[in-house]
């Protein structure tokens, strides 16, 4: 696909993070892109000028507008285009005229259409861009969000700043991703909807995303790649500094036929795309869900673990048995209690010492007077050499519904949080989701699910997909030893 | 373990529907167990007398109590305990006397502490309810969840009735089941969390269930069977007669150390279980979210597909994608649209009919002025022959933030919920969760699901969950063909 060969990738700072910003089709309609693009960099903060370009509106959302790019006084470093593909080339020659150095192309409707009109402006797009030396991205796509430079596509788009890097062919998933993600805790240097990936591509950005220091986990959408060699040397490459989570869309005939005409992605063979990454040494998942449990567990929990027993707690005896088969299957270790935890129990419950065990069901202990709570014996673990990887249920099924139930949670979730900040094992909990129609109810497992995040905390909404991002993450870790 | 034969087990009606309830145990306490059945009796409106029994008090809740069942004027025919193990003999006996049908046993601490007197104590009361003729539910459990007659275990359990019955060994588990699953709608002929299984067991519920003609899908969380035999012809007998779905906890050694902690079951081999669950007709799942969704599939798809080819509408292209994916990894078609199906968009939109495909890419159709929406393609698929099975993605994190989102998630529900009602084949529909700290967002994607939940429609909180649920659903259908 090259027509001439696209300028080496560098630093994220220099070709996404401009100093200055021209949006193209800006609009005054708040139900449109040109509208969104023009919102969020007021809203986000963007620091330098931003320039609203608009044929006859002389000014947009209380910035002045100019009637094309030639008008603007200052330096232009990024355009950002909501105009029809119609206009597309004759932008792009003003571009290259104002020294813009890198576009984002909103602007659909080329080769992902199936038209052989489309595919060859999108040809010649590509054309004009390598002739003048400007880096685009897209076509077809949401393109930056990157709330630590104040840019967005959505104004509803969490603010949250964190170390995860996230790339996607597809602006919907990475929307969706962000709001489910934030609810986590999930904070991102960047999400960046690169659509038909003309240009800047999967490979270019694993390149930048892998060497930018503050991104410590990516994770990546993709529908298909161009250059399948260079893919894989760039995935190797950021796999070896940092955690790199593929959901890869396309994997069969049907979903490679769906992809065509969204991205004008090639999908590629199953099988060979599976194998593909795990040499490379990236993690594959399969739904968003997986993506962001991924990112939870690679955001929160410490580096690396010693081992892969677990300790859990919390929830009834269902729950525990629950636990343990998962994270058996997982591949994880649940051993029994040590002799030395027992003793500990012991001293404080006699009477129900031999009966507890690993993990530990929470019902035995609610009776009153049971002289040792599941939070006392998480610290156990804490703290005992016997244990690698610790498991929290928060139970809030069985406090909500009970008379004081708002403090009762509080109390569990506030003695949980306090472990977990002090634990240098990581430490999986489990809770929600918020879903209910109760508004009483969804409003205090929101405010636990809150205080865990907000210390920084690993929260997941079942004990199943705990364990299944405790195995990953072990996994990961023990194939880098 | 049968130290002289049980009674045969006859209907659902005459062993867990009586007339009259002694609740021994009973307490002013507003925080235990025994205020929590006598207030559910109340307030979930069962129409036979209800009696107290506390040693010393003269009324509970408002309620006549009685120092002991020999003082009680009436009948009764079902004793809910909730006292220490250490009398339960006494009231064994007691119950003997009064001529009593059923005791349900939430009192515990028998075999389940792995202590030989709690093993001998349980032994014990085997003798003695065989020798009197009274049925036994428990003991360690939470019993009886029967919205429809009026009983249940917790006051906060949802009051909704259907077809589904549910048995689990985990008191737990059965509220965690009862109050996610309500939330999509499911309502329960019957929730029986029966502990121990000391008397009636897992068979016997099976046999009573599978004969019971307004329990149309029955579910199971079972942790160990005394008589495997025994299982599995009632199972094969019940799965003859509608879907049964097994979430089998133990599988593995450290889930089933912890079972035996638990509810003293003997869990067994996990391929053994696998293979004879299979034989028997029965759906096995491995966790509550999977339980709940064939729940929903079992409730509300109607009786049989006549396919596996699955048409989808709704979502960005990245959803289209996955949709496809997930729907032919579980072995379902996901075919291109047919030529008719194309020629009815080709005259509404003719700008966009040769560029949309199966599953439709909503953001192809949401310029002004498309001709065309996702609502009208399903429509389409609902009326052709080429599709069995339809999934409509609400698609609820594209509009919500959008201006007027309220406004047009309630058209696009409402619309689909339309097309949902008359249609003849399953319609997935993909929303949620409703998950958010954000109070609006919350509340209306809450509200779009009630609506869909209320006109008795299938609702999965992702498109990979809808995939899974329709491929078992199928496969169950095919099964039986």
Redesign the interface.
């Known amino acids: 696909m090259p027509e001439s060969a696209a300028p080496p990738t560098t630093d994220l700072a220099s070709l996404l993070r401009p100093g200055s910003i021209a949006v193209v089709g800006a609009s005054a309609n708040?139900?449109s892109p040109g509208h969104d693009y023009l919102r969020c960099l007021v809203e986000f903060g963007f620091a330098g000028p931003v320039y609203p370009v608009h044929r006859r509106e002389p000014e947009i959302r209380g910035l002045k507008a100019y009637p094309d790019l030639a008008s603007i006084p200052g330096d232009v470093e990024f355009v950002i285009s909501c105009i029809p593909s119609g206009g597309i080339l004759e932008l792009l020659d003003a571009c290259a005229e104002k020294g813009v150095r890198t576009v984002q192309l909103f602007t659909g409707r080329f080769s992902?259409?199936?038209?052989e009109e489309g595919a060859e402006l999108e040809r010649e797009v590509l054309r004009r861009v390598r002739a003048a030396g400007i880096r685009l991205l897209g076509p077809n796509c949401m393109g930056l969000h990157d709330p630590g430079w104040g840019i967005s596509f959505?104004?509803?788009?969490p603010r949250r700043t964190g170390p995860v890097a996230f790339l996607?062919?597809?602006?919907?998933?990475t929307?969706?991703v962000l709001?489910?993600s934030d609810?986590r805790g999930i904070g991102y240097r960047a999400a960046i909807s690169y659509g038909n990936a003309l240009d800047i591509d999967e490979a270019d950005l694993l390149d930048l995303l892998g060497n930018d220091s503050e991104t410590r986990v990516i994770g990546a959408?993709i529908?298909g790649v161009r250059d399948g060699r260079r893919f894989l040397d760039a995935l190797r490459a950021a796999g070896r500094e940092k955690p790199v989570v593929v959901f890869k869309?396309?994997?069969?005939?049907?979903?490679a036929?769906?992809?065509v005409?969204?991205?004008a992605a090639l999908a590629g063979s199953s099988e060979v795309w599976r194998g593909a990454l795990r040499q490379a040494g990236a993690i594959e998942v399969?739904?968003?869900?997986e993506l962001i449990d991924l990112f939870v567990a690679f955001t929160f929990f410490p580096q690396a673990p010693a081992g892969r027993r677990v300790g859990a707690v919390g929830?009834?005896?269902?729950?525990?048995?629950?636990?343990?088969?998962?994270?058996?299957?997982e591949g994880l270790?649940?051993?029994?209690l040590s002799d030395d935890i027992r003793s500990q129990i012991r001293e404080r419950a006699p009477d129900l010492w031999?009966?507890?065990?690993n993990?530990v069901?929470q019902?035995?202990l609610a009776g009153a007077g049971a002289g040792v709570s599941g939070a006392a014996v998480l610290e156990m673990m804490l703290d005992s050499p016997q244990f690698d990887l610790l498991i929290a249920n928060v139970?809030e099924?069985?406090v909500?519904?009970?008379?004081?139930s708002a403090r009762r949670l509080n109390h569990i979730v506030e003695r949980f949080a306090g472990i977990g900040r002090r634990s240098q094992k990581p430490v999986a909990y489990v809770l929600?989701?918020?879903?209910?129609?109760d508004e009483e109810r969804?409003r205090a497992v929101?405010q636990a699910?809150?205080l865990l995040v907000d210390a920084g905390l690993a929260v997941f909404?079942?004990v199943?997909r705990a364990a299944w991002a405790l195995g990953c993450y072990v996994r990961w870790h023990e194939g880098r030893a």
């Not at 959505?154 to 788009?157: A, E, F, G, K, Q």
């Not at 869309?249 to 979903?255: C, D, E, L, N, S």
């Not at 929830?315 to 299957?329: S, W």
Request: glycine residues 16%.
């Open positions: 708040p139900d992902e259409t199936g038209r959505r104004p509803d788009l996607s062919q597809s602006g919907n998933n929307t969706e709001l489910h609810v959408y529908e869309g396309g994997r069969t005939g049907a979903g036929r769906s992809a005409s969204h991205t399969h739904s968003q869900d929830g009834g005896g269902g729950r525990a048995v629950q636990a343990a088969d998962a994270c058996t299957e270790e649940v051993p029994p031999d009966w507890i065990g993990p069901d019902s035995i139970g099924d069985w909500l519904g009970r008379p004081d929600g989701p918020a879903d209910s129609p969804w929101e699910r809150t909404p079942t199943e």
